[in-house]
């Protein structure tokens, strides 16, 4: 066994060993909004619930290790005082995790993720429609850890009202943990989901991916794509170009059989089966590749 002080190794490699060994964690899927009103939705996975009676929830956006700089989301917090704390189910995974993108500041994540924004009832952050639970909250105090990068930012949030769908409910009216079928964060590009054990997410930190708001309609209506192949798609720096579809083609004879189709719905079942293999580069160049 090996022993560390903390003090001699890396924040980067420290948090590594932390959010590897303590897992897995739950995720608050955060919304907020600044003081002119514009929507920032960000994840974090230093989260969970530390009071049933006053009902308090507690997570922490941690200062950046790269450059030491601080997240959208606490600035909104420390000034508007109030943020929406949305659970996330395997069913929006992969646009929860596209949504953890460094966007410019003024970028909507809701639009990069195609998340649908849902007007809150107390509070002026909007919840996420396709969050099977959301916590509406007041922030009641946020107490700094450090200064340095990695340093958390414990942020104290009283529930003022909470939102459950009726499709994860039992037949007592209480939550059925089958039927949300929550997920939570390890260490690296790892998650579990609570009902199928471990199942990795790519992460979209190294690129700027153009987001789902960049996909073109005929994708994003297709029946044959769900919320989390939408996230796949829109986790890509650049859609390929006619020369880089043009020798896909070439190179991939089967492509050709399905290309001399009519059917559109095989173009699509074909890219399905690359997303399922996380081949999303592939993926676009069946989609958007011509007879």
Request: glycine share 6%; net charge negative.
């Amino acid at each position: 066994m090996i022993s560390i002080n903390p003090k001699e190794v890396s924040p980067a490699k420290l948090q590594g060993y932390l959010q590897s060994a303590i897992a897995p964690r739950p995720i608050a899927f955060a919304s907020t909004v600044d003081e002119k009103g514009n929507p920032n939705l960000s994840p974090f996975s230093f989260f969970n619930v530390f009071s049933s009676n006053p009902p308090i929830l507690v997570f922490s956006p941690a200062r950046r290790v790269r450059n030491n700089t601080i997240k959208h989301t606490l600035i909104n917090c420390d000034s508007t005082k109030e943020v929406v704390i949305n659970i996330v189910d395997y069913a929006m995974v992969q646009q929860m995790s596209l949504s953890s993108t460094e966007y410019a500041d003024g970028v909507n994540e809701f639009d990069k993720s195609g998340l649908t924004m849902l007007a809150s009832d107390v509070v002026k952050p909007f919840r996420v429609a396709e969050s099977p639970v959301q916590f509406e909250c007041k922030v009641n105090d946020i107490i700094a850890l450090g200064t340095e990068g990695g340093a958390g930012n414990l942020i104290i949030c009283e529930v003022v009202k909470i939102h459950v769908s009726e499709t994860i409910l039992d037949d007592n009216g209480m939550i059925d943990q089958l039927k949300i079928d929550l997920v939570s964060r390890l260490g690296g590009n790892w998650y579990s989901r609570a009902i199928n054990g471990l199942f990795e997410v790519e992460k979209p930190l190294s690129t700027l991916g153009i987001g789902v708001d960049n996909i073109p309609e005929f994708i994003k209506e297709s029946s044959y794509f769900d919320g989390n192949d939408l996230g796949k798609l829109g986790n890509i720096e650049a859609i390929p170009n006619e020369e880089e579809i043009a020798i896909f083609v070439q190179e991939n004879f089967a492509i050709k059989g399905v290309l001399s189709s009519d059917d559109e719905g095989k173009k699509h079942q074909k890219a399905k089966e690359y997303l399922d293999n996380n081949d999303a580069i592939s993926a676009w160049k069946v989609l958007l590749a011509k007879q």
